[in-house]
Structures are given as structure tokens and as C-alpha cells.
């Protein structure tokens, strides 16, 4: 019998092949897109050559990319350090109540 996680990594993977077909066909649309063009048009910068002098101001676009790319795999492992030490926080919590000795009513005055 399959467990939750089983399933959850089975559905992530599905998912990930799924976008990947998309993206590949997405890709190759373009391409086919930018070689039907090419044939009446004359010759245009690409998205990846940034025109002459204007790279010292934009930057190289593949690096652009990788740095925002880079920092938002950074910020998903923080988050993610961030939610295991939840979990171990709850457990440890949870933890103690269970252990502690079962608190004693207050008394009534009169």
C-alpha cells in the first residue's frame, strides 16, 4: 500500500514531466517560430544579445537570469530550514506537554 508520501512524490514527479513536455514544446515553437520569421525579415537582435553599450547598463541577460534564479532557490532552502525547525519546535513542544506530570486542579476557598 502506498503511503502519503509515496503518492505526494509520485504526483510531484507527473507534474515536474509535465511541465518539462510543455516547456520543450514551447521551445520548439518558438524556434520553429523564429525560422519561418527569418525568412522575411531582416536580421534582428536577439532577446539574448542586448544591443551594443547598452550591456553595461542592463548586464548580460543569461547572468540576469541565473542570479534571480539563484536567489529564488536560495530563499526556498531558507524557507525551508525555516519549516523543519517549526516541525522540531511542535514536536519538542508536544513532546514536553506529554511528558509533564498532568497538572493538579487549584484548590477552592471557601
Known amino acids: 500500500m502506498d503511503?502519503?508520501?509515496?503518492?505526494?512524490?509520485?504526483a510531484q514527479a507527473?507534474?515536474?514531466e509535465a511541465i518539462r513536455s510543455g516547456q520543450a514544446a514551447a521551445v520548439e515553437a518558438v524556434?520553429?517560430?523564429g525560422q519561418a520569421v527569418a525568412k522575411f525579415t531582416p536580421q534582428?537582435?536577439?532577446a539574448a544579445r542586448v544591443p551594443a553599450g547598452a550591456e553595461k547598463v542592463v548586464g548580460d541577460p543569461a547572468a540576469?537570469?541565473?542570479s534571480v534564479y539563484d536567489f529564488a532557490a536560495q530563499l526556498m532552502d531558507l524557507n525551508k530550514q525555516f519549516v523543519h525547525s517549526l516541525l522540531e519546535?511542535?514536536?519538542a513542544a508536544t513532546e514536553?506537554?506529554?511528558?509533564?506530570p498532568a497538572a493538579k486542579p487549584a484548590a477552592k476557598k471557601a
Open 64 to 66: 540576469i537570469v541565473d
Open 89 to 91: 519546535a511542535g514536536t
Open 3 to 10: 503511503t502519503a508520501q509515496d503518492l505526494i512524490t509520485s
Open 14 to 16: 507527473q507534474a515536474l
Open 44 to 46: 534582428l537582435p536577439t
Open 31 to 33: 524556434q520553429a517560430w
Open 96 to 100: 514536553a506537554a506529554e511528558e509533564a
